[in-house]
């Protein structure tokens, strides 16, 4: 009886170890998943400004493909870009993080309200800007 029981309490617990394992799997893959998606929504939303611009006024196709600023000057797609960071920016006079750009853009491009480096949609917009550079070898040193 005893033996039964003991056999019984460490097979549920062995299953139960094998559901939080493959639990938190997915939950991590998914938390991942969420923040690029939040990233590519915020990076199409107005919200992000006070012009009733987004990012994608200016980095078009989601940043995939190659921008247009309003003066119809072209700039280079997204893609990769978040692998060339930190990197020294000339304007700045100093090395800046992929945040920090982002900071940049939201200020200057969008005359809008800083976002917290630690807030859910900071993470995301570096999340969604980072999945396009998936596979790209990081080239910070030049
Ligand atoms: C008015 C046009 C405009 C808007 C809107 C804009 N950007 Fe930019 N962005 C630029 C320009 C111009 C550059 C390149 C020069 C610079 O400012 O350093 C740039 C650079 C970047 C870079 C770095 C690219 C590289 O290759 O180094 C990232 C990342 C970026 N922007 C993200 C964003 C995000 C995220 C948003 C929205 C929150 C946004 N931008 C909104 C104009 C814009």
């Not at 394992?21 to 919200?47: C, D, P, R, Y």
């Not at 989601?62 to 692998?83: C, F, H, Q, T």
């Amino acid at each position: 009886m005893g033996y039964k029981i003991r056999f019984l309490v460490s097979a549920l617990s062995a299953s139960a170890l094998l559901w939080c394992v493959t639990v938190s799997a997915e939950t991590s893959t998914n938390a991942m998943q969420n923040a690029i998606k939040n990233g590519a929504t915020l990076f199409a939303s107005t919200s992000l400004g006070s012009r009733g611009n987004s990012c994608m006024t200016c980095h078009r196709g989601g940043g995939r493909s190659k921008g247009m600023l309003p003066n119809g000057k072209s700039i280079p797609s997204l893609i990769g870009a978040a692998a060339t960071f930190p990197h020294y920016n000339k304007r700045a006079g100093h090395v800046i993080t992929l945040d920090m750009q982002v900071d940049s853009c939201i200020k200057n491009a969008l005359m809008g309200k800083q976002l917290p480096y630690n807030s859910t949609k900071m993470v995301a917009l570096v999340s969604y800007l980072t999945s396009l550079s998936q596979g790209s070898k990081i080239n910070i040193i030049k």
